[in-house]
């Protein structure tokens, strides 16, 4: 897997006004479905699997939320990174009880099952560094937001 494969400059989203994280995730998942990278039961699916699976991540300045759900409601390997207007609460990975303020999400979408688990290691250690959060919460546009994150995570991905 390679970092061009995966991330796309029409599906990073710098301005999101959101009040919700549902409605975030909805709206993040609907522009993947639209632009054809996941089928119409992705929508419903990363809702699902958020509210059993909470997908914060309590970093230690900025916060993050990498959500995603299973293969079969993939057509193309693609991430999707929102920058949000105001931070809507998540609750934390591995503790559904602890929530936290997110302005940073990072959706993915894999068709390969088996590389589910590298990409998620890999956006964890690409976001555990605060710089990389820092910038992308700083930056002025999508396309600074894109060539960030293509650095960042490129230079974590494994194959």
Known sequence: MVIEDILK???ILGKLNV???EEALKIMAEKLQELGYVKDSYVQAIQDREASF???LPMED???AIPHTDADHVNQSVICFARLESPVEFSVMGDPDQKIQVQLISMF???E???IGD???TLITTYQDNDVLKALLDA???KVMYDILFESVGQNLKG
């Open 54 to 56: 909470p997908s914060g």
């Open 19 to 21: 009040s919700s994280k």
């Open 140 to 142: 002025s546009d999508e």
């Open 113 to 115: 099952k088996k590389k």
């Open 119 to 121: 990409l998620l290691e």
């Open 109 to 111: 979408a894999l068709k």
């Open 9 to 11: 400059p029409e599906c």
């Open 62 to 64: 900025l916060k993050i």
